[in-house]
């Protein structure tokens, strides 16, 4: 499976943005996804996870309430809506496949991996 995202741009605090990650077949139905992101100078870290069906979804206490992961599968595509953005926000988003069917905070149970869109919210 191959992993492509987009949809980073440069916005304002309190905008919205979405990004898009396109899966390279039908493979991506059957895993959760995540998303995750990387600030300058800091580690990575996990924003948003998702089922293989979508029917369970988690949240970094830094973006709940104001981000939300989604999917389509007949589209083999993964969301993630962003709301009331931060300057915090400021990061490298990545989107992976997981190698179970249920999404996941811990990296290392994702096996693929995308390129990252750099989103950068300014003042």
């Known amino acids: 499976v191959q992993l492509q995202a987009s949809g980073g741009g440069l916005v304002q605090i309190g905008d919205s943005l979405r990004l898009s990650c396109a899966a390279s077949?039908?493979?991506?139905?059957?895993?959760?996804m995540g998303w995750f992101r990387q600030a300058p100078g800091k580690e990575r870290e996990f924003v948003a996870s998702?089922?293989?069906?979508?029917?369970?979804?988690y949240y970094a206490e830094s973006v709940k309430g104001r981000f939300t992961i989604s999917r389509d599968n007949a589209k083999n595509t993964l969301y993630l809506q962003m709301d009331k953005l931060k300057l915090e926000d400021t990061a490298v988003y990545y989107c992976?496949?997981?190698?179970?069917?249920?999404?996941?905070?811990?990296?290392?149970?994702?096996?693929?991996w995308g390129q990252g869109t750099l989103v950068t919210v300014s003042s």
């Open positions: 992976a496949a997981s190698r179970y069917a249920s999404g996941s905070s811990q990296a290392e149970n994702y096996t693929y």
């Open positions: 077949d039908r493979r991506f139905s059957n895993n959760g």
């Open positions: 998702i089922s293989w069906r979508g029917g369970a979804s």
